[in-house]
């Protein structure tokens, strides 16, 4: 097995490896390059003692030093160089609580997660595979390095690490490893949120969020997201529908763009159906209220998975909208502007779309055509440059308090009036038309 290194690792592991210690490239980076796909970065594992490693490059930051890793810079780039070492618990995900460095590499592969991640490569010794890691690629399967239950109990997040290695991948997981999982599901609440939250941002915005399933049949949604469970247990009787609330919810997830707000917006953009969801006397579903109590949810479930303001601003606004059906005018669509904000709109129609083709096939075609038509004319009004936001108008709060309004709220509820003139009807931004209409409400 020949991997190309990139120069700048080369010259990493040579140096090391010049003055008498070991090197190699390790962990994703060469299960990486094993699959034919270009690293994202290269991490190198040595034997060489931070210490040591400081001396030897001219250019480090002490990133985790206390972990054994040193940032060097090597032809403009940075490359993490870690000590073999030997873990205690884990705190952070990246960082063990306490270590203990080794000179041994097989017991640094041994500490490891899964086979794939536990290889080693230099130039000199080749491909270090003590555990058959190349093998599991071949098949497609993420097996733990070691026993799994024993390696899930010393850090319980492994287990949605490995769902997220096979949402990556597209591999399976291997029978013995599902086993483990399923039995210790619930220890994954030792596990901080903020660990938690970037695997499973990985995994949702990988090539399989529908992985997600399998994250709730191992029981670990249970844990973290329980409102998962609700929606995957809630069925939904109704023409437009042929999935229960969590298989429709995967199906949109397949069909938007593998970026963080669009999975995480699909992902919650019926979260509050279960909450809401009444049968008629015919035996009908419904869901009234649905989006608005679905995009409160959505702000709670995000805060505690400590994701950042503007994401969840972004994911809630598209999930409180989600449902909004205008008849398609170019009036209407400028209303919907104002509501959502010119710049969610792209979101809310790739969203609106995605959701057509989680329902049902009745209707499709009525309500793709209506999206496309809606998407047209989002893009007249934005080509034209039609006002949809106060900050579109012709005139500012400026000139109404000019006008002798007296400052404070009624500022704004005279431009919103005069949005409102302007949303209708596009001729009438006219800074002298609007200034006219403030001098007569002004004498009112
Ligand atoms: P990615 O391409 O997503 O970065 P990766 O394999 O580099 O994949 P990281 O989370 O960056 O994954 O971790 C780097 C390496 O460190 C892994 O390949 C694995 O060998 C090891 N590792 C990381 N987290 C753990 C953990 N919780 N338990 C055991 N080993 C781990
Ligand atoms: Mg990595």
Not at 62 to 79: K, L
Not at 259 to 287: Q, S
Request: charged share 30%; net charge negative.
């Amino acid at each position: 097995m020949h991997i190309v290194l990139p120069d700048a690792v080369k010259k990493i592991i040579k140096l090391l490896e010049s003055k008498g210690h070991e090197a190699y490239a390790v962990g994703g980076c060469v299960r990486d390059s094993i699959m034919g796909v270009t690293p994202h970065d290269w991490d190198v594992t040595t034997s060489a003692l931070p210490g040591e490693v400081k001396e030897i490059f001219d250019h480090t930051f002490d990133t985790g030093i206390e972990h054994g890793t040193v940032t060097v810079r090597m032809y403009g780039e940075s490359f993490e160089v870690t000590t073999y070492r030997v873990d205690g618990d884990y705190e952070d995900g990246r960082h063990p609580k306490e270590v203990t460095f080794t000179r041994s590499l097989s017991e640094d592969l041994k500490r490891r997660d899964f086979t794939i991640n536990a290889m080693a490569y230099n130039d000199e010794r080749g491909l270090i595979d003590l555990f058959d890691g190349a093998v599991d690629i071949e098949s497609g399967i993420i097996r733990c390095v070691g026993e799994a239950s024993e390696r899930f109990s010393e850090d319980a997040l492994r287990m949605l690490r490995a769902v997220r290695f096979s949402a990556q991948l597209g591999f399976d997981i291997e029978e013995d490893t599902k086993k483990a999982i399923k039995e210790l599901a619930p220890t994954l609440s030792k596990i901080s949120a903020e660990r938690i939250t970037s695997e499973i941002i990985r995994l949702i915005t990988s090539p399989h969020p529908e992985r997600m399933e399998t994250v709730y049949d191992l029981g670990l949604t249970a844990v973290f997201f329980p409102e998962w469970d609700e929606m995957m247990n809630t069925p939904q009787n109704h023409i437009h529908h042929c999935y229960d609330v969590g298989h429709h919810t995967i199906e949109v997830m397949k069909r938007v763009s593998p970026e963080k707000t669009m999975r995480l917006a699909a992902m919650l953009h019926d979260v509050a159906k279960p909450i809401c969801k009444k049968t008629d006397p015919k035996g009908e579903d419904h869901f009234v209220g649905h989006p608005q109590l679905g995009a409160d949810m959505a702000r709670d479930i995000m805060r505690r998975f400590k994701l950042d303001n503007a994401t969840i601003d972004q994911v809630c606004c598209l999930v409180r909208h989600h449902d909004e059906r205008p008849i398609p005018t170019r009036r209407n669509i400028r209303r919907l502007m104002s509501r959502v904000g010119k710049d969610h709109m792209p979101g809310l129609i790739e969203l609106k779309r995605a959701d057509v083709y989680g329902q049902s096939d009745y209707k499709r075609e009525d309500k793709l055509s209506e999206l496309d038509e809606i998407e047209k004319l989002y893009r007249e009004i934005i080509s034209h440059d039609e006002c949809v936001t106060i900050k579109d108008l012709a005139v500012s709060g400026k000139d109404v308090i000019k006008a002798g309004f007296p400052r404070g709220p009624m500022i704004g509820r005279v431009l919103k009036e005069l949005l409102n003139m302007v949303i209708d009807d596009p001729s009438v931004n006219d800074r002298d038309l609007l200034l006219k209409k403030i001098n007569e409400w002004s004498k009112n």
